[in-house]
Every structure is written in structure tokens, then in C-alpha cells.
């Protein structure tokens, strides 16, 4: 194992910046394929006032069952990593048929051997 310390770059945070767009596109699509495709087999989903949501399958069927916005936008407070792992937080808008909803997220990615990143980890709550 090295000690050293592998930076954080610009290019990691718009990785990051672009599996969010995934996420919310997928949301909007009802498509949870695309969603768990930028997800590890292990991903962990904690939503509210709900029991945590493991592996690939149980995600896939949460996202199956999760409601369709209309409207979906993200809005990033810090992305940070370093190494083989970061996380992004922010808030996100979603308007739904019997009204608008505001998250709060903490998202957890893990660089993956080819270089790319995926998450591992999606908590959120509504306001």
C-alpha cells in the first residue's frame, strides 16, 4: 500500500458533477438502469423514513417504485475527494404531481480500476 496521496481534480469533480446529471435524467426517465449503471454492485441507498436499501437488485427495485418528477434539478454545495473515494452534498428541487419536494444529499463515490467513478453510498432527506 502506498503512502501516497492522490490529488482530487478538476476533472474528478465533473466526473462526479456528471453521474449526478445521470441520476437526475434517470429519475425524470423512470429509467433505473441508467441510474445503477454509475453505481458499484454494493451501492447502499438511505433515503427518509426508510430502511437502507442494499445492493443492486433492492435499489432497482426501490427506483422501480420510486414516483416520476416532472421536474428534477441539482444544486452542488461541495464536491472533495482524494484517493479512491469522494463525495458530493447539495440540494435537490423535485415536483411531483401532488407538489414540489426539496433534498438534501450526501453522495459517496469510489474511483473504480479504470479510472472512472461510481457511488457507493446515496443519502438523502427532504426538507
Sequence with gaps: MS???EKFTEQDAAAIRS????????VREHDPEAFLATCTDDIVFLPP???AVEGRRAC??????????STFAAK????EGGNDLAFSRGRATAEFDDGTTTF??????RKQPDGSWKMVRDIWNTD
Design 19 to 26: 453521474i449526478t446529471d445521470v441520476h437526475l435524467q434517470a
Design 104 to 109: 438534501r444529499w450526501l453522495a459517496i463515490f
Design 76 to 79: 452542488f454545495d461541495d464536491i
Design 3 to 5: 503512502n501516497k496521496t
Design 60 to 69: 432497482r427495485d426501490y427506483l422501480e417504485g420510486f414516483p416520476t418528477p
Design 49 to 51: 423514513d426508510h430502511a
